[in-house]
């Protein structure tokens, strides 16, 4: 716990924060999260949202982020569609 | 709780997911629970150009119910002892609901 993780959900979104709590279900806390936005015509977009709350149900993967690779990642030369979202 | 307890044993594996919004992830199988939940180390995305959002991440956790498939690796898995045993559930599963009392003990 207190680790960075990022969270991918179920509509493709990619959230990373620090996971303050979780709960059987899955439910996470995660704090100072932000959101990373890909695009495919232009550059990775971090949104900051704060405190959030995921509903267990609505997340497909997660993990802890690896602070080398993350650093060894050429952000702003990614170009990309967003993941798309699950289809049951 | 069959298919629970024979990805266990897969454990250290090499395993793919291929889940359910077209992305797939190989990766050594650490752990597997009830639900069919995984987790994976040293994770490599498939296809990297397109799904480059997962790069920074070595070891994850996936939800079981967003796996589509999974591939296996075909040596490590004895696929007659598997349909022997998916038989045998199925058998105990018809004898149960038919409310055998010999099964009903077990």
């Known amino acids: 716990m207190t680790e960075r993780v990022a969270v991918l959900t179920n509509d493709g979104r990619i959230l990373i924060g620090i996971l303050e709590g979780l709960d059987?279900?899955?439910?996470?806390?995660?704090?100072?999260?932000?959101?990373?936005?890909?695009?495919?015509?232009?550059?990775?977009?971090?949104?900051?949202?704060?405190?959030?709350?995921?509903?267990?149900?609505?997340?497909?993967?997660?993990?802890?982020?690896?602070?080398?690779?993350?650093?060894?990642?050429?952000?702003?030369?990614?170009r990309c569609q967003p993941i798309k979202p699950i289809v049951h | 709780m069959l298919f629970h307890s024979f990805f266990s044993t897969l454990i250290g594996k090499k395993i793919t997911l291929h889940l359910k919004n077209d992305v797939s992830i190989e990766g050594t199988l650490t752990s597997i629970d009830q639900f069919l939940n995984v987790k994976l180390e040293d994770i490599k995305v498939h296809n990297a150009d397109k799904y480059p959002h997962l790069l920074f991440l070595k070891n994850i956790f996936v939800r079981g119910s967003v796996i589509r498939y999974v591939d296996l690796p075909f040596e490590e898995v004895d696929t007659a002892l598997l349909q022997d045993a998916t038989r045998r559930e199925a058998q105990l599963l018809k004898q149960k609901s038919m409310g055998d009392p010999k099964t009903l003990a077990v």
């Open chain 1, 24 to 78: 059987i279900k899955t439910n996470l806390l995660l704090k100072d999260t932000i959101e990373k936005v890909f695009s495919i015509d232009s550059e990775v977009e971090n949104i900051e949202l704060g405190l959030y709350i995921i509903r267990g149900d609505s997340i497909t993967l997660l993990g802890p982020v690896d602070k080398e690779l993350e650093d060894s990642i050429k952000w702003d030369e990614i």
